[in-house]
């Protein structure tokens, strides 16, 4: 169980690679999509699976969704593949500035292997992570107010950077 | 540091690094922002679980919400540089070139 949690935390490394690294933005959004999977597979393991449901729904069935069909307009019509020699090498690259890096600040000490985890609060059976979300509704009352406020206030934004027409420096036309 | 810490701290730093080598598209430099906030994602929600403080928890719950208003934004502006420039070439956004 050790091992496979290791290979899923491997994998979201590997994923996140793939988005750093990509040929064509199709690419990076495969890799953002294997990344979150073995996230959330991460988090399943530790216990808090409310929190990794959350993001499979918020992030891949909504922000990646949009990402999707907006790479769609994007992208090119006839994208490299993993193939090509730069895409190797940028990845290669980073690669070896990350690992040289934490060789040398002494970051990587490869004996220990697992968090610890907890299910339970002391004499109530109650679930770590949905008695903490429960906290956002209750005492974090303010700050669920300020995160609805700015969702409502990110539909104006977007709004108004899309129209444009000649108000604003990116419709300049 | 344990194998699985290391994980997401490099993740944090590969994407990093590949929003700064962002190459043909705004949407490559979009893409690794996203993966920043992902690799900021799972820690934080690790984070109630290895201090058993679940009070904690709101906090990644906070985060997505601020990371979709985030998203939203930079494909609104996606989408503009698209319908100004044609694309979303990056060479395109030169109006600060002298």
């Not at chain 1, 991460?42 to 990794?52: A, E, I, N, R, T």
């Not at chain 2, 990093?16 to 820690?43: D, V």
Request: with cysteine.
């Amino acid at each position: 169980m050790t091992y496979f949690v290791i290979f899923l935390g491997v994998c979201f490394m590997l994923g996140v690679l793939a988005v750093a690294s990509n040929p064509s933005p199709y690419y990076g959004v495969v890799g953002l999509v294997v990344a979150s999977v073995m996230g959330c597979g991460w988090l399943v393991s530790l216990g808090v699976s409310f929190v990794s449901l959350a993001l499979f729904l918020v992030y891949l069935g909504g922000m990646l969704v949009v990402f999707v069909y907006s790479v769609s307009l994007a992208a090119d019509p006839y994208p490299e593949a993993w193939g090509d020699w730069r895409v190797v090498g940028y990845g290669l690259g980073f690669i070896l500035v990350v690992f040289v890096g934490a060789v040398l600040g002494g970051f990587v000490d490869f004996w220990k292997a697992g968090v610890v985890t907890v299910d339970g609060g002391g004499v109530s059976f109650v679930r770590l992570d949905f008695s903490g979300v429960a906290v956002f509704y209750s005492w974090g009352v303010g700050l669920f107010l300020v995160a609805g406020w700015g969702l409502l206030l990110v539909l104006f934004v977007v709004l108004e950077l899309v129209r444009g027409l000649s108000r604003g420096a990116i419709r300049a036309v | 540091m344990s194998p699985l810490h290391f994980s997401f701290y490099s993740a944090f730093t590969f994407s990093g690094l590949g929003l700064a080598f962002h190459r043909t598209h705004l949407i490559s430099a979009l893409l690794c922002l996203e993966s920043m906030m992902l690799s900021m994602f799972i820690p934080l929600s690790i984070w109630p679980v290895e201090n058993q403080t679940p009070s904690f928890t709101l906090v990644p719950i906070l985060m997505l919400a601020f990371s979709a208003c985030e998203a939203g934004t930079g494909l609104a502006m996606l989408v503009a540089s698209a319908r100004t420039h044609g694309s979303d070439h990056l060479h395109n956004l030169n109006l600060l070139q002298c």
